[in-house]
Antibody, heavy 119, light 112 residues
């Protein structure tokens, strides 16, 4: 059974750093892209970027380029989304997704990680 | 960037009746490989989204056959043949053809 299991909810202060994770299981982790999708409170879905764990090819939506870093450790089948300096506007639910290709989104979703940034 | 629009944004429906959601893209979604990468997602209250339809009209495994997708080029439709209570939620179209991929604003479906 394909599963994407994300790390737990986080509460952080503005300016702090954060790295959240997404562990894939039940399939060949290095053969599928992993993407990240943001959902701000009460809002819609926003596609952030993807990584191909097989070769670490990473692509960002222009809206998120430079704002976050996507990475992966294929030895433990885990992808990451990180911030170096959080802002209150980063408060959102973040979902990881599996993609069969860079054009084919998103057949499996994680349960989401809620990130709250507040002073 | 490609802009996705949906209508209506709110759709009150009667149980057992059909429902239809329209999605339009600002550019043709036909990719260079001949495929059209238009997906539909359902997000039930408090849940992660799930994909219902991929490449315009292909239902994902486990998706009831009352859901169907159609369309071409820039105009697409998701239809529910007979709405059930479990269909309440927000429905998003999403294009993967052009960079960056983009979701529509969502259509909230609830029961009258």
């Amino acid at each position: 059974e394909v599963q994407l299991v994300q790390s737990g909810a986080e509460v952080k202060k503005p300016g702090e750093s954060l790295k959240i994770s997404c562990k894939g299981s039940g399939y060949s982790f290095t053969s599928y892209w992993i993407g990240w999708v943001r959902q701000m409170p009460g809002k819609g879905l926003e596609w952030m970027g993807i990584i191909y764990p097989g070769d670490s090819d990473t692509r960002y939506s222009p809206s998120f380029q430079g704002q976050v870093t996507i990475s992966a450790d294929k030895s433990i089948s885990t992808a990451y989304l990180q911030w170096s300096s959080l802002k209150a506007s980063d408060t959102a639910m973040y979902y990881c997704v599996r993609q069969g290709s860079s054009t084919s989104c998103c057949d499996y979703w994680g349960q989401g990680t809620l990130v709250t940034v507040s002073s | 960037d490609v802009v996705m629009t949906q209508s209506p944004l709110s759709l009150p429906v009667t149980l057992g009746q059909p429902a239809s959601i329209s999605c339009r893209s600002s550019q043709s979604l036909v990719y260079s490989d001949g495929n059209t990468y238009l997906n539909w997602f359902q997000q039930r209250p408090g849940q992660s989204p799930r994909r219902l339809i991929y490449k315009v009209s292909n239902r994902d495994s486990g998706v009831p056959d009352r859901f169907s997708g159609s369309g071409s080029g820039t105009d697409f439709t998701l239809k529910i043949s007979r709405v059930e209570a479990e269909d309440v939620g927000v429905y998003y179209c999403m294009q993967g053809t052009h960079w960056p991929p983009a979701f529509g604003p969502g259509t909230k479906v609830d029961i009258k």
